[in-house]
C-alpha cells in the first residue's frame, strides 16, 4: 500500500520529527525503529521505551448486560471479573477458530473495554456488534479517537511517578500508591488534561510496564511530558524491538502464532476458553466438537550459534520427516542465541526433544524447551 494511502496515528508528527524508519503495519504508517533496534530492544529491558501503539482498536459496551454480551462473544467468562481488573481472552469463529486475542477491561459494573489487535480492529467490531443483539447493551467503537502509549521497562514506574504526579502535570484523580500498588492486569482511571485517562499495568514486553489511554487530541502532548520526565532512562522504541522483546517473553502474535485455522489449545491457549465456568459462547461447540489428535502444537524451540530460523522455515525430525515449520524466529538480543516458536507434530513436541530447522538450505538442529525464552522473574 502507498503511504499516502495508510492511516497516520495522532502521533505521527512525533515520530517524524524523531527521525523514525516507518512500516506498514496493517495498513497504518508506524514507526518500526528510530535509531537502532537492539538499543530499543536493549532500553526495555535495561531502562524503560515509549511506544506509540495507538493502532490498536478500543472498543466499548456498555449496558446492564454488558457482562453477559461478553460471555457470549468471547472465550472468557468476563462477567466474573471485578470492577479494576483486565483479563485476556479470544474471540473465536463459529468453529473454534481464533479471530483475535483481545484484553478486556471492566471499568463499571456496566462498561468493558475490548482492546483489539489492529489488523482485527474493525473485524472485532462487526463481531461484537453482531455477538450483543439481544443483549442490552451498547457497543461504541471508539478506535478512530483513541490513543495508546506504552511505557515499558523496569524504570518505567518511576517515570510515571515523575511525569504524571507533578502540580503541574494536568492529571487529577491519580495517586502514587494508584501506581505504586498496581498489579499486573489492574488499572486506574484519572483525568488529563480534563480528560479521561486509563492506566493499565499491561503489556507485550515480558516487562513491568504500563498502558495509556488517552484522547487523540492529548496523545502529543502526554507522549512529550512522558519523554521529559524520562530522560536518558527513556527511549523511543518501535515495532520492530516490540516483536522481538514479545518473542523473548513467548508471546503469541496473531497471524504467526493465533489466527483463524489453529484451536486455543494448539497455542497453549486451551486454558483462556471457560468451558467449565460458563454456558454456552460462540465458539464452544467447535471446542468441543474439534478432533486436535492430529493437528500441529506450539513450541518453543532454541539453537546453538548465531543462525536463527526464520517464519516459514520448514521443521524436520531426526529422520528427516517434515514435522512442522516456524512461526516467528529471531537471534534472542537479550540470550545472545536463536530463539523460535512454531508448530510441530505433537509426537515430536515434549521438551528436550532435537529437531532440525531449514536456515535458507543449510540444517540448524534445533531442540524443543519450555517458554517463555526469557523472564524478568
Known sequence: MADQDLRSTALAAVHEALGATFTDFAGWRMPVRYDSDLAEHRAVRESAGIFDLSHMGEIHLRGPQAGDALDHALAGKLSAMSVGRAKYSLLLTEDGGVIDDVITYRLSEEHFLVVANASNAEVDAAELSARAEGFDAEVDDASDRTALIAVQGPASEQILLDALLDRDSGVEGLTAADLTEMKNYRFAESTYRGEPMLIARTGYTGEDGFELYVPNELAAGLWEQLTVAGGDRLVPCGLACRDTLRLEAGMPLYGNELGRDLYPAQSGMGRIVALKSKGDFVGRAGIEAADLSARPVLV??????????????????????EVGSITSGVLSPTLGHPIALGFVSANVS?????????VRGKDLPVRVVKTPFYSRD
Open 300 to 321: 518453543g524451540l532454541v539453537a546453538d550459534g548465531r543462525r536463527a530460523a526464520r517464519a516459514g522455515s520448514q521443521v524436520r525430525d531426526a529422520d528427516g520427516r
Open 350 to 358: 515434549e521438551v528436550g526433544t532435537v529437531l532440525v530447522a531449514d
